[in-house]
């Protein structure tokens, strides 16, 4: 196995542009401080690691936060909606006025208002590498939502499987294209949902395919 110095490495700006093609979700990491103040960085490297016992890994750089967990040994994951945009970038040091985060104190950790899932994480294990740490937990407890997620792909927020790339200043909200009253069986809005969801991944597909047709091509 070649290691160090002998082994070849790819490109920086070529990794970096492929690894953008994976999709991910968007999610916020928050802790208490040592002082019992709260801090937060926005993170996709949030991973599920084992089911048993419930274990996650999120990576966190050297900072404010890499120094909270370090103290407390505790962390919160927070995964956003589709309107969670300005919080997302709020976190990665580009502060908006306009989103001042809102979160609650559960089991003694802040959970962001309007999360669409969340974790309450207890560190095991740290393991660094390079310029990152990847901080290993187990899940005390966490919670969800369903709702539509904050996609990130290419290195741009997209809203939701088939909801476009988000540019603007505004959000394109979608919601299921019928009614489902408290009456119906959960057999009928399953096969609603199924049908909606459908119509959705042709049109992701779609996108996909003139993104493909799109990319120059090698001549050589």
Known sequence: MRVGTDMPRANPASFREAASRFTTGVAVLTALDEHGRVCGMTANSFVT????????????MPGRMHRAISATGRYCVNVLPEHGRDLSRH???QPNTGAAPDYDIVDGLPRLSGCMAWFACEVTRHVDVSDH???IAEVSSCDYRDTTPLV???SRYHLGPAGGSVRGAGYKRRTFPYSVSSGRSSRVRALHEAAYRRGHRRAWDRRRRAIVSASPRSTA
Do not use: H, K
């Open 49 to 60: 690691v084992s089911l048993s016992p419930p274990t996650v890994l999120v990576s966190v």
């Open 91 to 93: 976190f990665a040091s």
């Open 133 to 135: 740490t990847l901080i």
């Open 152 to 154: 990130f792909f290419s």
